[in-house]
């Protein structure tokens, strides 16, 4: 067990809906990364943030959004489904920017029909 | 920006069998390139790190080595056991934000 807690661990959806994803990072961690891994694309950075606020962007869609809370806890959010969008959503925490090791969370199965 | 090329995308060896797996990266910056262990549908879990200024790094049957100059890194596994069947991930960061470029990944199977 990482520490990294994410829910919900399986969600089933249709194309066109909105759907929010948790995360709590390990304690003590104010970075948190998420990550979308489908089996044609890979393991893929969608975006981080720190300590509140967002510190970096990757591959992620502008049907996606993220958040970090006060108490740390992160959502991402993704709106106007489409079957593309099914796949594996990962987070995970690090210590802070400066801390390479990442640990991830258990991860939300996203299914879009 | 970054980009991780991970070969064999399949490996498939019998059990006590060596495997090793090699990855390349593009950018000279990434100082960081750590190794993920994923079973089928649970999270990609570190199993070894290995940074910049170190050649080569090693615990237990699993050990990583950097070639700077080529740009290349590989992961070797001795000794193999059923229960090293999984994919592994290979991935290379930089200081800054340590935002990790992951491989395609390579499906390793250890027959008994």
């Known amino acids: 067990d990482s520490g990294v807690t994410q829910t919900p661990k399986h969600l089933i959806t249709a194309t066109g809906q909105r759907v929010t994803l948790r995360c709590s990072p390990r304690s003590g961690d104010l970075s948190v990364y998420w990550y979308q891994q489908s089996l044609d694309q890979g393991l893929q950075f969608l975006i981080q943030y720190y300590n509140g606020e967002e510190r970096a962007k990757g591959n992620i869609l502008e049907r996606f959004s993220a958040q970090q809370f006060p108490d740390l806890h992160s959502e991402l959010n993704l709106s106007s489904l489409e079957l593309g969008d099914s796949a594996l959503y990962f987070c995970?925490?690090?210590?802070?920017?400066?801390?390479?090791?990442?640990?991830f969370g258990p991860g939300t199965r996203l299914l879009v029909l | 920006g970054e980009n991780v090329e991970q070969h064999p995308s399949t490996l498939s060896v019998q059990e006590g069998d060596s495997a090793v797996i090699k990855c390349t990266y593009s950018?000279?910056?990434?100082?960081?390139f750590p190794w993920y262990k994923q079973e089928l549908g649970k999270r990609p879990q570190l199993i070894i790190d290995?940074?910049?200024?170190?050649g080569e790094k090693k615990d237990q049957r699993i050990a990583v080595t950097l070639n700077k100059t080529a740009k290349h890194f590989s992961l070797h596994i001795t000794e193999t056991q059923p229960e090293d069947s999984a994919v592994y991930f290979c991935?290379?960061?930089?200081?800054?934000?340590?935002?990790?470029?992951f491989g395609r990944g390579t499906s390793l199977i250890v027959h008994p």
């Open positions: 290995i940074r910049s200024n170190v």
């Open positions: 991935a290379a960061s930089k200081g800054g934000s340590y935002i990790p470029t």
């Open positions: 995970a925490s690090s210590v802070d920017t400066r801390q390479e090791t990442q640990y």
């Open positions: 950018d000279s910056a990434s100082n960081y």
